[in-house]
């Protein structure tokens, strides 16, 4: 099994360490799905959960794992079989249904590891690597099976009635797919999981920092978008420790993102009503950036709202930042309308999300 997925990541075996993480990056950045054309990033996206499989299975089997558990780190994983080695599906009378039902079905066993083993609501990145890896390993195995079943209803039998639902799990498993990157992005940058804690924000020393938390993380988005004083003095990047000290008096609740005890990230959680709360001035560092931890932001604030009895959540972005809106829709955010202020420079896109998985489509 090691040596199958040596292969997927084009690398021999006896490859150290380092030499299995830079593979894993140029992977990653030359089968991105954004690289190619629209016909092909259904394949893209494929490739990806393949290689995303193979990094965790080699990390857990050559970094993390004990002897003992080197054997059965795949044992609640699918047979490794293609959709090409199961032809025999397609003699049948109705071989659209199936696929789909095939489809159906590891989609099924993946989300019930992914969701309840894996704790997707808000815990999953409190759990240790190992086990982490071991849940995740056996999860991306059912969702590229059915990732595949799924693809060949959408490629070869788009008359059917099953295409619709297809297409649409498809783009639910790519999206899940950027929760795998983010744990093999971790072990790249070897950062334990279980080192990034949140706690809350209450104390004059802690909002202090965190004022300067959110300067510096928001910095980077006035460079980009030409945001001053002038044009957007509301903007994150230049609030004030009384800004918000004021708005800690409020019914609004602060939270911290910690890593082996320095702060990383911010985050500000405000209840609207209805069942209905609001991300506020969720900050990282720069140099924190693409680690997880603003996703452990936003994981934490369901499982805040959860506890609270609340229903749904939701972000304001500035619309054109394209990257920003597909990295909340990766985490389950849909957008659900824009607004135009006179006050600000751009316009506002707001993104809400069910803090519950979608098990309608389970």
């Known amino acids: 099994m090691l040596t199958h997925y040596l292969k997927e990541l084009n690398l021999e075996p006896g490859s150290s360490l380092e030499d299995i993480k830079k593979r894993y990056r140029e992977l990653i950045k030359k089968n991105h799905p954004d690289l190619f054309p629209s016909n092909e990033r259904q394949k893209q996206n494929l490739k990806m959960i393949k290689i995303n499989e193979a990094y965790m299975y080699v990390m857990k089997s050559l970094g993390t794992a004990s002897n003992s558990d080197k054997k059965n780190v795949h044992a609640d994983a699918p047979d490794d079989y293609s959709i090409d080695e199961s032809r025999s599906l397609a003699k049948l009378k109705d071989p659209a249904y199936t696929y789909y039902k095939q489809g159906i079905e590891n989609y099924v066993r993946g989300h019930n ?15 240790s690597n190992e086990k982490l890896l071991e849940l995740a390993i056996s999860s991306i195995g059912y969702y590229k099976k059915s990732y595949e079943f799924f693809l060949k209803v959408a490629t070869d039998h788009e008359d059917s009635m099953w295409f619709e639902d297809s297409k649409v799990r498809l783009e639910n498993i790519a999206k899940l797919n950027e929760v795998y990157r983010t ?31 959110i300067q510096e993380s ?37 939270f911290g993102c910690f890593v082996d005890g320095l702060q990383a990230g911010f985050m500000a959680l405000e209840k609207a009503g209805g069942g209905l709360y609001y991300i506020e001035k969720l900050a990282v560092l720069p140099e924190f950036r693409h680690r997880g931890f603003g996703q452990k932001l936003v994981m934490h604030a369901c499982e805040v709202i959860n506890d609270m009895g609340g229903g749904k959540i939701s972000i304001g972005i500035i619309n054109e930042s394209r990257k920003l809106k597909e990295w909340y829709a990766g985490l389950g955010f849909c957008e659900k309308n824009k607004k135009k202020y006179d006050h600000l420079p751009f316009t506002v896109c707001f993104m809400e999300r069910d803090i519950s998985f979608d098990e309608r489509r389970s």
């Open 218 to 254: 928001f910095r980077t988005v006035a460079e980009e978008f030409r945001l001053n004083r002038t044009n957007c003095p509301a903007h994150p990047s230049f609030i004030t420790f009384n800004n918000l000290k004021k708005l800690a008096e409020s019914d609004v609740k602060f």
């Open 113 to 127: 590891i992914f969701n309840n083993r894996v704790k997707y609501k808000g815990r999953m990145l409190s759990i």
């Open 183 to 213: 744990i093999c992005d971790n072990l790249t940058k070897k950062i334990r999981m279980e080192e990034i804690t949140i706690e809350e924000i209450t104390t004059q020393e802690e909002l202090k920092r965190s004022t300067a938390i």
